[in-house]
């Protein structure tokens, strides 16, 4: 401690006897559970590290404090128009949330560890969208949240600041481009029902086939599939019904050349 220092003291000392109990109003500070005071003394900073939470004693004209907030923060990163790595434009925003974790750092090593943050998460935004396709951009959103909080966190560590999760808000695209998607998937999505709708006739062919040769080899099978069909055109009420009559029933009423050949000439 240097003779100026001491004497600074000495009378900043004196001063506080000869106001006293006034002083103490001046002299004892209080922070909150999450607060931190930096004190510092002449310019330098006190041995002891952040004091707090609680009650902390500084001297009158020659300490001063600044008191940091550990409290998790959270703010929006502005939209930004990015030219993705297929050289597509979209607009794209998220939403940062950081901690202090140094309060010494916080105050010393960088002049506004707020702003410097929110400019730094602008500028990283727009490098991480920027190696990135569109395709890439639209399906792996977690990814790219977890690459910006990692290159944040190692950016600001230094100034005293934890990145604790970074989240995409919002990609905006062109309107050409909404609509060509918007067609594309529409195109996409009558493929794949036609091609549906052409393996259930494939289905259903092969099973009227398998029915048709269980009615060949079983003819009361198909007797009885002519009754469900009458059964069928009964419940639709028709006024008129023509019930189509088996040819064995004719048999008695038709000619010799007839019988032996059942089908119609």
Not at 33 to 39: F, L, M
Not at 41 to 51: D, E, F, H, Q, V
Not at 198 to 212: C, F, N, P, Q
Request: glycine share 4%.
């Amino acid at each position: 401690m240097g003779c100026i220092e001491f004497l600074a003291i000495l009378l900043s000392s004196i001063l506080l006897v000869f106001t006293f109990p006034f002083s103490l109003c001046i002299c004892f500070k209080v922070v909150q559970e999450y607060e931190r005071a930096v004190i510092f003394r002449l310019g330098r900073i006190r041995t002891g590290g952040a004091r707090g939470p609680g009650l902390f004693f500084v001297l009158p004209c020659i300490d001063t404090y600044r008191k940091v907030d550990l409290r998790t923060v959270s703010f929006d990163v502005p939209s930004q128009e990015v030219l993705t790595k297929d050289s597509v434009t979209v607009s794209v925003d998220a939403v940062v949330y950081y901690r202090i974790n140094d309060p010494l750092k916080a105050v010393v090593a960088v002049e506004n560890y707020s702003h410097s943050t929110r400019l730094l998460a602008a500028t990283t935004l727009r490098n991480v969208i920027g190696t990135r396709n569109l395709a890439q951009l639209l399906s792996d959103r977690e990814a790219i949240s977890q690459l910006m909080q990692s290159t944040l966190d190692d950016a600001t560590g230094p100034w005293g600041v934890k990145v604790e999760r970074v989240e995409i808000k919002d990609v905006s695209l062109p309107v050409q481009l909404q609509k060509a998607m918007a067609a594309e998937a529409e195109a996409s999505r009558e493929a794949r029902a036609k091609v549906i709708a052409a393996e259930g006739e494939m289905k259903a062919s092969r099973a009227l086939k398998e029915a048709s040769e269980v009615m060949v080899d079983n003819p009361i099978a198909l007797q009885l599939r002519y009754l469900q069909t009458l059964n069928s055109i009964a419940a639709e009420k028709n006024s008129t019904i023509i019930f189509p009559l088996p040819m064995d029933i004719l048999g008695p009423f038709l000619t010799p050349k007839y019988r032996d050949d059942p089908r119609p000439s």
